[in-house]
């Protein structure tokens, strides 16, 4: 029984120095490898990371047509002083759905809608359609293929008429400025914001009205939604002017006596 001990003793323990041996020659290349597949791994995850949080910009081919809008919008209203009282202006506006969800509050508080590229979709993307619903026929629309072509449709309006900006650094409260017949109202892009010409024009003598900011807890949250930041700045500015816009606006909800697509109040 004892010799039978230490003989399978005997014969576990050699295989054990043996293999003890043998991992010592292995460690190095077992380590580099180890490290190689580390640094790779970093690699890719800070490749993917990047792909997520900085797409790559819009090539000029890529870049939307400003003049391609979505089928049948302003079909159903006529552009006229109701419009004009107070206008939204989006400078290259990068996400669909936002532009979508800003045409239908446009639609609702009957203000004119500016998109100033160059966007970071297609116009007639299917989600900037679906986000505006049925409601595109009812928002007076144009569309300016950059902030210099924008300026020259500007200067060309008559009447009074002010560019005011919306942004993080603004000097005046929203609801504390004093609002206006034929305020233009600019937001920047979801990104980047309002570029430094349009911030530069909404400061001059001439045009600028000044630099507005919508007040928030900026300690853990960035921005405003854009379409949220909209619809604020929209409705406190017809507030202000008693929805003259909007007690004026025509009733009727269909285009050529087309049935609405959506019957019931619904809050898509």
């Known amino acids: 029984m004892g010799s039978c001990g230490r003989s399978s003793l005997s014969f576990f323990s050699r295989p054990f120095h043996l293999q003890h041996r043998s991992s010592d020659r292995l460690l190095p290349s077992l ?24 797409p790559p910009p819009l090539s000029d081919k890529d870049k939307v047509k400003v003049n391609a809008l979505p089928r049948g919008a302003g079909e159903g209203v006529k552009e006229d002083a109701r419009s004009k009282m107070l206008q939204v202006v989006l400078v290259s506006p990068q996400i669909p759905g936002n532009t979508g969800c800003i045409a239908r509050t446009c639609a609702a508080s009957a203000v004119g ?10 116009v007639d993307d299917a989600k900037v359609k679906r986000a505006g619903l049925d409601y595109w026929p009812f928002v007076v629309v144009k569309a300016h293929s950059s902030w210099a072509e924008f300026q020259e449709y500007f200067r060309q309006q008559e009447g009074e008429k002010r560019m005011i900006a919306f942004t993080k650094r603004g000097t005046k409260t929203h609801s504390d400025f004093s609002y206006r017949r034929g305020d233009y109202l600019l937001f920047g892009s979801e990104t980047s914001g309002l570029p430094p010409e349009a911030l530069s024009d909404c400061k001059s003598e001439l045009y600028g009205g000044g630099t507005i900011r919508i007040p928030m807890v900026e300690t853990y949250v960035r921005c405003l939604n854009l379409s949220v930041s909209v619809g604020v700045a929209v409705y406190e500015a017809s507030r202000q002017l008693n929805y003259e816009q909007i007690e004026c606006a025509p009733e009727g909800g269909s285009v ?3 049935e609405p697509l959506f019957a019931d109040d619904i809050f898509a």
């Open 31 to 54: 380590g580099l490898t180890h490290l190689n597949l580390k640094r790779r791994l970093s690699l890719s995850i800070t490749s993917f990371s990047s792909k997520i949080l900085s």
């Open 113 to 122: 809608l500016h998109l100033v590229g160059p966007l970071g979709f297609q």
């Open 256 to 258: 050529d006596g087309e």
